[in-house]
């Protein structure tokens, strides 16, 4: 606050022995009534400021023209005479400072910071009703003030400093809780902190998300905004635009804020403004047809009477605001009708009251006027005018509890006094206001009225709809906000009641419509997080609200991306055409060895089955039996028993089966060595020897094996780098190096196996198996060698599917190679199952 403002101020408080010192008079027209205490009130009766340069070259003009350029506000008019009303009520009150009088004195204040600050002034100085020559009369005790937050901050800034209480009956800034700085402020309305909280639960219980707001250009629209945004942004809603707004602005201005609510997508708008200053933009809305807007309102013009017409319910229908709680006061219907200009010729503002309510001017004496003149016998007793409705008061209200809770806060002060003593004189502004700070009463109406330590009362509304009622707009209750100790909240609204501007249907407001199934938001650059793209979820994410959510590893996203679903499981079935064939293949190998070992056992006795030794030839059948069998044991569903099974099983039986082929091999060799004179190897190398090296080298390979499913078993597994759809379940080996220590230990038994068959190739042809054996190797050999390349590149199942291929290729190629021909001898050339063929050959070189 300016230091000259300061120091005019304490001037004007200024006592001296010989009275009060007045050094100038702001001119401001006043309802005066002397009393022993003094209450001062500030109200906006006329709402247009009367702009002028000050040339400080002499004192300027008067704030308020009240014939020419300001608009009379009933509503405004109606606080002064509640406030007299009340004033009234307790002087007649005997239980409420009893032979005590209460006088008032209510300015102007033009509904504009600036002259409310100068009615301040005015009512800090001495009244200009008493006269200079007097003795100092009481100093204003309280203030009641005042209508909107702009002007409150600027009365409570200039009276706190000198502990002067004031009482707000309509001014609902936040900012005004604040006792570090307005440690004298106290209201009867709630604060828009809790208005805020009020239009955010409304505004989360319809699910409104994209939402424009309008302020008006004062403490009370920024401040409003400011804390609704606060709110709002903790539920995600975002503000697509700010228009702000004031009575003062050019068409220009107003153009511009009409320009941004067409051009905006938003189908909800919060107006955080009050009645004057939005009225203009009201009309321009209308003007140029802009609907299919749902309003929200704050208590500063949801119940205004002014704009409550059916021409501005075109646009403006079906909105949705919070007001103060309405109380019906009965008695103060008499006491407005009997408002009369000729009772006290000197109040201010009655005569222009009188000439709205019965459409003449009232001469009165000393006064000569050409407009159209009352006959005197007007009355108001009959009058229907909204004016005179005392049922559904709200701000009203709040001025009369104002009344009361001073009077309430003066009569604990003045009555805790010592008996006998006098104490009107004693009530400083000071001191009222610790009163004030304790002041808890019941009042007629059942309501408790306090304060809490911010001077705030609590907070509680009612939800007011807009409804066209018998051509007439109607502010229809269909709700109610309460706040609790705790600091929550609760909201009851009747949904169904509601009229809405779009129609029956809630209204949605979205800068983006929600995601469909199994899309994500993305975020659109420059844009406020309510607008946003949406963009498919990548295969093996869902959606969430926000983003995709990848599946858990065993799981895949189904085709909608909202579900994560058990991926497909991939193993060779039986059952598979694969499997079917495989197994129908390798049931034929083994039923293809077993008839080769019946049909060896049954013709043991014929030459050419002497002569391919018989007993390492029934081995090796058994084993092919075996390896037949083996690949059975590779299909179905892999679990730790068939996985370490099927590798032990395939190493250890093709290990007895090249461990047989090398004893024939040879035997083989030692029979050419035989041939030839003093060579005795051949007595060597009986059956007994033959059995040690078919048991030794198959020892060797159970070995290997028993180390293998010791140290590092194969176990089943999962595997995930084939498809990401499927789960290929397959055996791993545990170790890589035993698995290929049994399959090299194999092939050095093969390669042994054709070396040693290679050697003995040119042995006379009826009897020498060498050729066979040196094929069947070559076979067995270019299958495996083939195998590693096409075991390491199949995916999946045909992994398995390679091996049991390999498998049964080397088993059916000894089985055909070594088998074949001698079984074809045995059964369809029986003629040449002779010893003198087997031996035709030698002997014909002999």
């Known amino acids: 606050m300016p230091r000259a403002t300061l120091v005019f101020?304490?001037?004007?408080?200024?006592?001296?022995?010989?009275?009060?010192?007045?050094?100038?008079?702001?001119d401001m027209p006043s309802l005066f009534h002397h009393g022993d205490i003094m209450i001062g009130g500030i109200f906006p009766v006329s709402y247009k400021e009367i702009r002028s340069t000050s040339t400080f070259e002499r004192e300027p003009p008067g704030l308020c023209n009240f014939i020419n350029l300001f608009r009379f506000d009933l509503r405004a008019f109606r606080w002064t005479q509640v406030m007299i009303f009340a004033i009234e009520e307790i002087n007649k009150d005997p239980?409420?400072?009893?032979?005590?009088?209460?006088?008032?004195?209510?300015?102007?204040?033009?509904?504009?910071p600036a002259n409310t600050l100068r009615a301040a002034l005015t009512l800090a100085s001495r009244p200009e009703?008493?006269?200079?020559?007097?003795?100092?009369?009481?100093?204003i005790s309280a203030v009641i003030a005042a209508s909107g937050s702009s002007q409150s901050l600027a009365v409570a800034g200039t009276l706190g400093p000198f502990q002067v209480p004031i009482v707000s009956y309509f001014s609902t800034c936040a900012c005004l809780s604040d006792r570090a700085k307005y440690p004298t402020f106290f209201r009867t309305i709630p604060s828009d902190y809790f208005q805020a909280k009020a239009l955010a639960a409304l505004v989360k219980h319809f699910g409104w998300q994209w939402i424009g707001a309008i302020q008006s250009d004062n403490d009370y629209g920024r401040n409003g905004i400011l804390s609704f945004t606060e709110e709002v942004k903790k539920?995600?809603?975002?503000?697509?635009?700010?228009?702000?707004?004031?009575?003062?602005?050019?068409?220009?201005?107003?153009?511009?804020?009409?320009?941004?609510?067409?051009?905006?997508?938003?189908?909800?708008?919060?107006?955080f403004v009050p009645e004057g200053d939005f009225y203009p933009l009201m009309k321009e809305v209308v003007k140029q047809n802009i609907t299919g807007i749902q309003w929200i309102a704050s208590e500063g013009w949801i119940t205004a009477t002014k704009p409550s017409t059916p021409e501005i319910y075109q646009a403006f229908g079906g909105a949705l605001g919070f007001v103060m709680q309405k109380m019906?006061?009965?008695?103060?219907?008499?006491?407005?009708?009997?408002?009369?200009?000729?009772?006290?010729?000197?109040?201010?503002?009655?005569?222009?009251?009188?000439?709205?309510?019965?459409?003449?001017?009232?001469?009165?004496?000393?006064?000569?006027?050409m407009d159209k003149i009352c006959t005197g016998n007007e009355t108001l007793l009959n009058s229907q005018h909204a004016f005179f409705d005392v049922t559904q008061l709200?701000?009203?209200?709040?001025?009369?509890?104002?009344?009361?809770?001073?009077?309430?806060?003066?009569?604990?002060?003045?009555?805790?006094?010592?008996?006998?003593?006098?104490?009107?004189?004693?009530?400083?502004?000071?001191?009222?206001?610790?009163?004030?700070?304790?002041?808890?009463?019941?009042?007629?109406?059942?309501?408790?009225v306090f304060f809490d330590e911010n001077g705030d009362p609590p907070a509680s509304y009612d939800i007011i709809n807009w409804q066209l009622r018998n051509g007439q707009v109607q502010h229809v209750t269909l709700g109610h906000f309460a706040s609790a100790a705790n600091g929550d909240f609760r909201l009851n609204i009747q949904e169904e009641k509601i009229v809405w501007r779009t129609g029956k249907r809630v209204p949605t407001s979205v800068c983006s419509n929600v995601c469909p199934v199994g899309t994500r938001k993305a975020q659109i650059k420059g844009k406020p997080t309510c607008c946003f793209d949406c963009i498919p979820c990548a295969d093996g994410t869902i959606a969430n609200s926000t983003d995709c959510t990848p599946c858990p590893q065993e799981y895949w996203s189904n085709e909608r991306k909202d579900e994560c679903i058990p991926k497909t499981t991939e193993f060779l079935r039986y059952h598979e055409p694969m499997g079917i064939a495989l197994t129908v293949v390798s049931l034929l190998g083994a039923s293809l060895s077993l008839v080769t070992m019946m049909v060896f056992i049954h013709y043991r006795e014929t030459p050419v089955i002497k002569a391919s030794n018989s007993e390492l030839s029934c081995f090796l059948l058994f084993s092919l039996f075996l390896c037949f069998l083996c690949p059975l044991t590779f299909m179905g569903r892999p679990t730790v028993w068939t996985c370490m099974l099927r590798h032990t099983a395939f190493g250890v039986t093709f290990a007895l089966c090249i461990s047989c082929v090398l004893g024939k091999t040879i035997v083989v060799v030692t029979a050419f060595k035989a041939?030839?004179?003093?060579?005795k190897v051949a007595g060597k190398f009986g059956p007994a020897q033959q059995r040690i090296i078919v048991c030794s080298c198959t020892m060797i390979q159970i070995l290997i094996c028993v180390l293998w499913l010791k140290f590092k078993p194969p176990f089943p597994d999962m595997v995930f780098r084939y498809s990401n759809k499927k789960i290929v379940l397959e055996c791993n080996t545990g170790s890589e190096a035993a698995f290929y220590a049994v399959l090299g230990y194999i092939g050095i038994l093969a390669i042994v196996c054709l070396v040693l068959a290679f050697l003995a190739r040119k042995l006379p042809d009826n009897f020498n198996e060498a050729k066979f054996i040196t094929f069947s190797m070559l076979i067995f050999c270019a299958v495996w060698i083939t195998f590693i390349p096409a075991y390491i590149s199949s995916p999946g199942k045909f992994t398995v599917a390679v091996e049991i291929f390999a498998i049964l290729s080397s088993a059916f190629g000894l089985l055909s190679s070594i088998f074949a021909p001698k079984c074809y001898i045995i059964l369809v050339k029986p003629e040449k199952n002779t010893k003198k063929h087997v031996m035709g050959k030698k002997m014909n070189k002999k």
Request: net charge positive; proline share 7%.
């Open 9 to 26: 101020l304490c001037v004007l408080h200024l006592n001296t022995v010989s009275g009060c010192e007045l050094f100038g008079r702001f």
């Open 328 to 369: 019906a006061m009965p008695k103060l219907k008499p006491f407005l009708t009997n408002i009369n200009p000729y009772t006290d010729p000197s109040a201010a503002f009655v005569k222009d009251f009188w000439e709205i309510m019965v459409g003449c001017r009232p001469v009165l004496p000393e006064e000569h006027r």
């Open 675 to 679: 041939t030839i004179p003093g060579n």
């Open 394 to 448: 709200r701000a009203t209200y709040n001025v009369y509890k104002a009344v009361y809770a001073i009077a309430h806060a003066l009569h604990q002060l003045i009555f805790c006094k010592p008996a006998g003593q006098k104490p009107v004189r004693a009530t400083m502004p000071s001191t009222v206001t610790d009163h004030l700070q304790r002041v808890n009463f019941r009042n007629e109406f059942g309501d408790d």
């Open 95 to 112: 239980a409420l400072l009893p032979n005590i009088s209460l006088g008032y004195r209510i300015l102007n204040s033009c509904s504009f």
């Open 235 to 271: 539920l995600g809603v975002c503000i697509a635009f700010v228009g702000t707004i004031a009575r003062t602005y050019s068409m220009d201005k107003i153009l511009d804020v009409v320009e941004m609510i067409r051009r905006s997508t938003v189908k909800v708008i919060l107006a």
């Open 129 to 139: 009703e008493t006269e200079f020559n007097s003795s100092c009369p009481p100093t």
